[in-house]
């Protein structure tokens, strides 16, 4: 069964602690994504991945931290610098087809840091 | 960043009719997707579009790729109660490295 696999569903965590998010994918696609939604706004991407063992900065980057050691998986972490970290994480794979590209999406996890 | 302005903002609509909504932006993209995010979920790729002028469907859904490159619209025939989520426009960049950038999502609810 093909596609975008995150754990937990839900997470939750103490102020200060780190935790590190799972986002593994089994479609042989290259780059890789992970996005924050916080409620009533869009997507917001924090770090991505176009190959394996390189990875650069999105528009939120600061008190996250990633690493693609492998194709297929995309850990993100959340450290206790990041000042608002409650939120739904999404993680996305991208497929390029010619000049084209197809990116989806996987099922999200929800922090909830207290 | 990048922005994209997608409207409306949200929509309440009676099961049967028609919407429409639309992304617009001032920079030029040289791909849209349309997404439909569930309460709870992931985003669902509804719909690509490669090229200016581009119209594709999937079942009651219709997009187009704007002449202009510079927007797209989503149409939704004969909604029904399952149709209710977010729906997500975002926009491709060549010069933002092709990441995408996103609207801010169009709420719908269907009343039955």
């Known amino acids: 069964d093909g596609g975008i696999t995150q754990s937990p569903k839900y997470l939750f965590r103490k102020e200060g602690q780190n935790v590190t998010l799972s986002c593994e994918q089994n479609?042989?696609?290259?780059?890789m994504y992970w996005y924050r939604q916080d409620p009533g706004q869009g997507l917001r991407l924090i770090y991505y991945s176009q190959i394996v063992n390189d990875f650069q900065k999105g528009d939120i980057a600061e008190g996250y931290s990633v690493s693609r050691e492998k194709k297929e998986s995309f850990p993100l972490t959340v450290t206790s610098a990041q000042k608002n970290p409650t939120a739904f994480y999404l993680c996305?794979?991208?497929?390029?087809?010619?000049?084209?590209?197809?990116?989806?999406f996987g099922p999200g996890t929800r922090l909830t840091v207290t | 960043g990048q922005q994209l302005n997608q409207s409306p903002q949200s929509m309440f609509i009676q099961e049967g009719e028609d919407v429409s909504m639309n992304c617009t932006s001032s920079?030029?993209?040289?791909?849209w997707l349309w997404y439909k995010q569930d309460p709870g979920e992931g985003p669902v790729l509804l719909i690509a579009l490669y090229k200016a002028g581009e119209l594709t469907s999937n079942g009651r859904l219709t997009a187009q790729f704007g002449i202009t490159r510079k927007d797209s619209f989503l149409n939704i025939s004969a909604s029904i109660p399952s149709d209710v989520g977010i729906y997500f426009c975002?926009?491709?960049?060549?010069?933002?490295?092709?990441?995408?950038?996103f609207g801010a999502g169009t709420i719908l609810r269907v009343k039955s």
């Open positions: 996305a794979s991208r497929l390029r087809e010619g000049g084209s590209y197809k990116q989806y």
């Open positions: 479609l042989n696609h290259d780059a």
């Open positions: 975002a926009g491709q960049l060549r010069e933002y490295g092709n990441k995408l950038v």
């Open positions: 920079s030029i993209f040289n791909t």
